[in-house]
């Protein structure tokens, strides 16, 4: 390494300099993948910063080319037909969007199917794509690199349930190790004969083989699917859970048995009705659960999570470069927002380096939602002043984030709300601030609070101008100002400067350094 690299690399951090400026980068920048599966078959537009996209597109139909494939062994006709015209409207879509060529990939249904190859010459055909068939191991690969999208460093098990198949897939170390593939999906398991009994022994044998080959050594499963997904939605709805973002919800394996209870106890029209639920995925739900509730009680996970990426996301990741897989997708993201909403991109950075001291003493895990919240400090100027405060907790916990615990999304839009609102009782936001302890709240508030002064305090750089100086011990905040900087300390940076030190519950001191 040059100095002059070492040199740009300590500039920016831990982080590095932003990658989407890269032009291998850009080549990310309008990504079209496609999943034929058994149950759907769905198109991904994906844009925005390359390390955590956005999702410029994205609809499945649901054609269930899997349905009653145990008794012909070949597609369901009625589902053909449709996926054939979601292809053809895909393929025109993403001419259209500059998103060609596209990706796509078949899954468990044709694979296995009779007429499968059949069907991959009519794609091909009709629409110009080629359909690549995966067997299960590389379904399970490719589901896996997802999760490592969404979750930098992941460890533990892996687990994607389609239509025909259930796959799993050990991950640690930013690697995919070993990989199954089993039968269980619900679509498949219809078929079995000796109805809900006979469905219950299949699982429990299949399982049971399962979990010999993977062990049940695993700290976390992430669960991955459409199915599970669903699951995670009623079970949200059980326990009047306040976020509604799937991504990150973590479920117990209590939760998890008592949600399945739940879902026998209800018929898929009332579950429809409580969760928005489409009908077609509803029906796969109820067998989809006690799959779920045999692979939790057999695998015993210490920690199972939603994962919102699979398959889909792992193609993306298949077409990454290791340095863009190797950073963090939440500072990609933000720095991406930053340069593409911000009033001043690039003040985040010196925004945070000004308010650094003050969260000198906190854990790497916290400094990073930190520098996020500098860089997005100001992605929301452009609402109205009266809901500014609202546009940013919402932006914060709703937003497309990878690498973010729920807790983390809260206390990430609630320090945005104090960016801009001193006060947060009476908003409509209080039942999310549950997942937070009152430390957090109260740490939350004071970063706020020191994104308003640091933001309003100079128009430029802040840290070039003044210096702010904690002391923990003493409950002393210290603002030393250079000489050319006094006065910019008027009446309003003194008012920001006293709320920041009242949500420390210290005193201040101002220091005014001499010109040289």
Known sequence: MTATTEIATEEWGPF??????????????????IDVGSNSVRMVV??????????????????????????????????????????????????????????????????????????????????????????????????????????????????????????????????????????????????????????????????????????????????????????????????????????????????????ATFIAEHDTAELRALTGIGEARMALVPIASMVLKQLVRALG????????????????????????????????????????????PGFGRALYRFIEPIFKGEPDSRKRVIRAACLLHDVSWRAHPDYRHEACFDNATRANLGGLTHSERVFLGLSLLHRYKNSRSGSRFEPLLGLLSDKE???????????????????????????????PKKRMLELRLSAHADALFGEVAQSRFGALVSALDANSEIKRLKPR
């Open 16 to 33: 590095g300099r932003p990658l989407f400026d890269d032009p291998s980068a850009r080549a990310l920048s309008r990504v079209g993948v």
């Open 46 to 259: 994906f844009d925005g910063a390359a390390r955590s996209p956005a999702y410029f597109f994205n609809e499945k139909v649901m054609c269930g080319l899997g349905a009653g494939f145990n008794e012909t062994g070949r597609l369901n006709p009625t589902g053909r037909e449709r996926a054939l015209a979601a292809m053809r409207r895909f393929a025109l879509l993403a001419e259209g969007m500059g998103a060609s060529p596209l990706t796509a990939v078949a899954t468990a249904a044709v694979r296995e199917a009779e007429d499968g190859p059949a069907f991959r010459r009519e794609v091909e055909e009709q629409t110009g794509i080629k359909l690549w068939v995966v067997d299960g191991r590389e379904e399970a690969r490719l589901s896996a690199q997802g999760v490592l999208l969404g979750w930098p460093g992941a460890a533990g098990l892996v687990c994607d349930i389609g239509g025909s198949s259930m796959e799993l897939a050990r991950i640690e170390g930013g690697r995919v190790g070993k990989r199954v593939t089993s039968p269980l999906g619900p679509l498949r398991l219809q078929g079995v004969r000796g109805g809900k009994k006979g469905i219950k022994a299949e699982i429990s044998k299949t399982i049971a083989a399962l979990a010999e080959e993977v062990g049940t050594d695993h700290k976390r499963l992430f669960l991955v699917g459409g199915s599970w997904r669903a699951i995670a939605r009623i079970d949200m709805q059980r326990r009047g859970y306040p976020l509604h973002v799937q991504h990150e919800y973590r479920m117990s394996s209590g939760a998890i048995q008592a949600t």
């Open 301 to 344: 996970p210490k920690e199972i999570a939603i994962s919102s990426y699979g398959i889909r996301e792992g193609m993306l990741y298949e077409q990454m470069p290791q340095r863009l897989r190797d950073r963090d997708p939440l500072i990609e993201a933000c720095r991406f927002a930053e340069k593409k909403d911000a009033r001043i």
């Open 441 to 471: 709240s109260r740490q939350a508030e004071v970063l706020g609070r020191a994104l308003r002064f640091g933001a309003m305090f100079s128009a430029q750089t802040p840290d070039s101008l003044g210096e702010l100086r904690w002391f």
